[in-house]
């Protein structure tokens, strides 16, 4: 079973920038996805970026289109998520997950990290 861990979370002022990292304990062949979600307290759990290995191809959250960027070590076995211009409304446990190609639906991610918090204060 896949391991994912994640790091980087933290306390920020709005505006500022941070960088998440997910390491996974093993290289995985075909064609998957590795994403990202948030959950702050009382919402539901939203997609936030997703990776798409074997094309290489990234897909956004509107909320988050040009401020955040997917990126993927293929030699540490690692996925980033950078986030610049951060907001209050970034506010959220942050978790990254493999799942379905070219999916951005919870539903379709079957392993999860045990997630990272990230505050954006005002």
């Known amino acids: 079973q896949v391991q994912l861990v994640e790091s980087g979370g933290g306390l920020v002022q709005a505006g500022g920038s941070l960088r998440l990292s997910c390491a996974a304990s093993?290289?995985?062949?075909?064609?998957?996805?590795m994403g990202w979600f948030r959950q702050a307290p009382g919402k539901e759990r939203e997609f936030v970026a997703h990776?798409?290995?074997?094309?290489?191809?990234?897909y956004y959250a509107d909320s988050v289109k040009g401020r955040f960027t997917i990126s993927r070590d293929i030699a540490k076995n690692t996925i980033y998520l950078q986030m610049n211009i951060l907001r209050p409304d970034d506010t959220a446990v942050y978790y990254c997950?493999?799942?379905?190609?070219?999916?951005?639906?919870?539903?379709?991610?079957?392993?999860w990290g045990q997630g990272t918090q990230v505050t954006v204060s005002s």
């Open positions: 997950a493999k799942g379905r190609y070219g999916s951005s639906r919870s539903g379709q991610y079957d392993y």
């Open positions: 093993e290289r995985t062949f075909g064609r998957y996805a």
């Open positions: 990776y798409n290995a074997g094309d290489g191809s990234t």
